[in-house]
């Protein structure tokens, strides 16, 4: 299963932005979708992570500003940010977890990354 990501760049302190990540393949279904982030240097953090069912947690950093959403039908997650600030510049990778058809009758599990989209706050 493969993911795409998109919707990052350059942004001023306290604008807007919305990521998208889309996962192709034979998906069986999608449980996890979640967002990540990194700083060179540092390690990956999750920001946020929705289940098949909706329910949403968030890192406390991003509280209040950030939403995440997902599309079933498209396998689809979004990472709506708002209000972003100087210290959320980092590269945002997209997780998803599920299972996809291996053969017509055999179901595997996946545990995927799309390829990261920068997100830069500066003015």
């Known amino acids: 299963v493969q993911l795409q990501a998109s919707g990052g760049g350059l942004v001023q302190p306290g604008g807007s932005l919305r990521l998208s990540c889309a996962a192709s393949?034979?998906?069986?279904?999608?449980?996890?979708m979640a967002w990540y982030r990194q700083i060179p240097g540092k390690q990956r953090e999750l920001v946020a992570v929705?289940?098949?069912?909706?329910?949403?947690n968030y890192a406390d950093p991003v509280k209040g500003r950030f939403t995440i959403s997902r599309d079933n039908d498209k396998n689809t997650v979004y990472l709506q940010m708002n209000s972003l600030k100087p210290e959320d510049t980092a590269t945002y990778y997209c997780?998803?977890?599920?299972?996809?058809?291996?053969?017509?009758?055999?179901?595997?599990?996946?545990?995927?990354w799309g390829q990261g989209t920068l997100v830069t706050v500066s003015s």
């Open positions: 997780n998803m977890r599920g299972s996809y058809y291996y053969t017509d009758t055999i179901v595997l599990e996946f545990d995927s």
């Open positions: 929705i289940s098949r069912g909706g329910s949403e």
């Open positions: 393949g034979n998906i069986f279904s999608v449980n996890s």
